[in-house]
């Protein structure tokens, strides 16, 4: 019964991949968000969706592409994978996009590219 | 735009003790204040949230925080910590208008016996 699960949990690939992080939320909320937790634990927003509509989009680089199917998903796909793209990114929902709404988190993706 | 800074990197304590984290906020409006823990290779969970209303919020596992607009803080108070308190935890700020939580670089709270 987890609320917010991606997959998978742990991603190790090369330098120049293409790789994808799913993400699927069971608590009927209408936001999802990807952060991304860089190795000093810092924690930044990169996108966020409400009812699939992109809302957010820090500056990432468009080698991201965040895509949502509906609103219990939210992938992020990742073009030609660079060191600097190693982190943990995690998947998050809220019940409506404004900030009173708290985030409900997955468990996160350790991406490491070497 | 908001930020958070968060005083202490790493705060030791012992068990049974009290533990105050420190969070102050920068914010040209008004705002809304979280505080998330995150356990070991976990995802993070809120512990107690400030919308509006009393300054003094209560949340799990015998958490509280004070909200002082005056000296824009939100600081992170148990009175007695356990061993399981261990880990890190995160103050974040987000607008009244906006959708995008903005997070603290993070405390990370050592209770030793």
């Known amino acids: 019964d987890t609320a917010v699960s991606q997959t998978p949990k742990y991603l190790v690939t090369q330098m120049g991949n293409d790789k994808s992080i799913k993400c699927e939320q069971n608590?009927?909320?209408?936001?999802m968000y990807w952060y991304k937790q860089d190795s000093k634990k810092f924690l930044k927003i990169m996108f966020s969706?409400?009812?699939?509509?992109?809302?957010i989009n820090e500056t990432v680089p468009n080698r991201f592409s965040p895509k949502s199917p509906d609103k219990a998903h939210l992938n992020l796909h990742i073009n030609s994978l660079e060191l600097g793209d190693s982190a943990v990114y995690f998947c998050?929902?809220?019940?409506?996009?404004?900030?009173?709404?708290?985030?409900?988190f997955g468990n996160g993706t350790r991406l490491t590219v070497t | 735009a908001q930020s958070v800074t968060q005083l202490d990197s790493q705060v030791p304590v012992f068990e049974e003790a009290p533990v105050e984290l420190r969070c102050n906020y920068s914010?040209?409006?008004?705002?809304?204040l979280f505080w998330y823990v995150q356990y070991p290779n976990q995802g993070l969970q809120l512990l107690l949230k400030?919308?509006?209303?009393?300054?003094l919020v209560k949340g799990i596992n015998g958490f509280e925080a004070e909200f002082n607009k005056s000296q824009t803080s939100f600081h992170l108070r148990k009175p007695s910590v356990h061993i399981s308190d261990t880990a890190e935890y995160f103050c974040?700020?987000?607008?009244?208008?906006?959708?995008?939580?903005?997070f603290g670089a993070g405390t990370i709270l050592r209770v030793k016996s």
């Open positions: 969706y409400n009812n699939k509509e992109l809302i």
């Open positions: 974040a700020v987000s607008d009244r208008n906006g959708n995008k939580l903005v």
């Open positions: 998050a929902s809220s019940q409506e996009g404004r900030g009173n709404s708290p985030l409900h």
């Open positions: 608590l009927g909320h209408d936001t």
């Open positions: 914010s040209s409006v008004s705002v809304y």
């Open positions: 400030y919308l509006s209303g009393s300054t």
